[in-house]
């Protein structure tokens, strides 16, 4: 079945532990973005890449980091989670302009 | 700057009655409008979209117009269901007619809860 896969789907981490969200599709979309969903606020990007090898920062960048080595993947990394990180956090990927967003069915992140 | 505002939710209504998820927008250039539907434990679906002003975008019984004059782009129901039940997010993407990153900017979300 064509889409996103997300990976893990929840987790439980220890602050200042370092962590990856893994993120794959198989839609060869060019573009692909993270994004943390909290109550009250919607979902605020984080980053985003617009084609393999290029990446950029999104709304609330700090604390992450992202690769895009090739198409298909586009992980997340918090390189030391802090409990403010405890989020959901959403992979979500677009062929084009005017086509809107496929999206994963996202990991539950809590720090403790 | 661009920016998305909802009405504050939750909105609870019977089943069979009238929907109206009210949803303005900020924006310079021409974006394009979409509306996006969450439903418990799960990722967010395109529901609708509009690419242009006075464009309606409609899905499973759901509308939204894209009004320019007014910078709107409300979702509308006519007979709502208990499966209905779900956060709704209005969203843009941002175009000024040279450039485009492509990001979506979304709303907070309103939670629909569709009683029997």
């Known amino acids: 079945i064509a889409g996103i896969t997300q990976a893990p789907t929840s987790q439980i981490l220890a602050a200042g532990r370092r962590m990856t969200l893994r993120c794959t599709q198989d839609?060869?979309?060019?573009?692909m973005y993270w994004y943390r969903q909290d109550l009250g606020l919607g979902l605020r990007l984080i980053h985003y890449?617009?084609?393999?090898?290029?990446?950029g920062k999104g709304e609330v960048p700090d604390g992450y980091s992202v690769s895009r080595a090739n198409t298909d993947d586009f992980p997340l990394t918090l390189a030391s989670a802090v409990p403010s990180q405890t989020s959901v956090y959403f992979c979500?990927?677009?062929?084009?302009?005017?086509?809107?967003?496929?999206f994963g069915s996202g990991t539950r992140l809590t720090v403790v | 700057g661009n920016s998305v505002t909802q009405m504050e939710g939750p909105v609870t209504l019977s089943e069979e009655a009238f929907l109206t998820i009210n949803c303005t927008y900020t924006?310079?250039?021409?974006?394009?409008l979409f509306w996006y539907v969450q439903y418990p434990g799960e990722g967010l679906q395109l529901l609708l979209k509009?690419?242009?002003?006075?464009d309606k975008g409609s899905n499973k019984g759901f509308e939204a117009t894209y009004r320019k004059e007014t910078t709107s782009f409300h979702l509308e129901k006519g007979s709502v269901q208990v499966s209905d039940s779900a956060v709704y997010f209005c969203?843009?993407?941002?175009?000024?007619?040279?450039?485009?990153?492509?990001?979506?900017?979304f709303g907070q979300g309103t939670t629909l809860q569709v009683k029997p």
């Open positions: 979500a990927s677009s062929d084009g302009l005017w086509s809107g967003y496929t």
């Open positions: 839609m060869r979309h060019n573009a």
């Open positions: 890449s617009n084609t393999a090898g290029t990446t």
């Open positions: 924006a310079t250039g021409y974006p394009s």
């Open positions: 509009a690419t242009k002003a006075d």
């Open positions: 969203a843009l993407s941002p175009f000024d007619g040279s450039s485009n990153t492509g990001k979506l900017i």
